[in-house]
């Protein structure tokens, strides 16, 4: 293996990874088109609602909603247990424990952050685990969505 190919694994100086091992499977991880985002997305679709993806719900905020319904301002976010605490599945690292338990309450922090702006400019917020059953899910979304068009 060439310099170059080991450098490309190795944490850079200063890096949050604990090994280069992490490193690459923190690399390797999607913040978006995950199989319950799919899952979820493919049944709203199908009952014939549109939205749109991986996109801001208001254009000066930095988050961004998994799914979005801008007409009807409803936000759908589908949470990941790890990255988001969840209370049932949430199960924290034994490696570099101290950075991890302040990443994830930093990220709940901010979905509770998001979640008030967004109701303040008059957003219906809906958040859902990854290991929510997709149908529920979806019938959850299409009843908001139905209700806020009329």
Request: glycine share 4%; hydrophobic share 40%.
């Amino acid at each position: 293996m060439a310099q170059e190919d080991v450098q490309q694994w190795l944490p850079p100086p200063g890096s949050w990874a604990s090994s280069a091992g992490n490193r690459r499977s923190m690399l390797g991880n999607r913040n978006k088109n995950t199989s319950p985002e799919l899952a979820i997305r493919s049944l709203v679709h199908a009952v014939g609602l549109r939205y749109r993806v991986a996109a801001k719900p208001l254009p000066e905020m930095r988050r961004t909603a998994d799914m979005v319904f801008r007409p009807v301002r409803v936000a759908v976010f589908i949470d990941g247990c790890f990255w988001h605490g969840c209370p049932e599945h949430f199960v924290p690292p034994k490696t570099n424990p101290g950075y991890w338990s302040e990443k994830i309450a930093r990220n709940v922090l901010r979905d509770r952050d998001t979640d008030r702006k967004l109701h303040e400019a008059n957003w219906t917020v809906l958040r859902f685990w990854e290991h929510q059953d997709p149908a529920i899910c979806a019938a959850e979304i299409v009843q908001t969505v139905l209700i806020r068009k009329r």
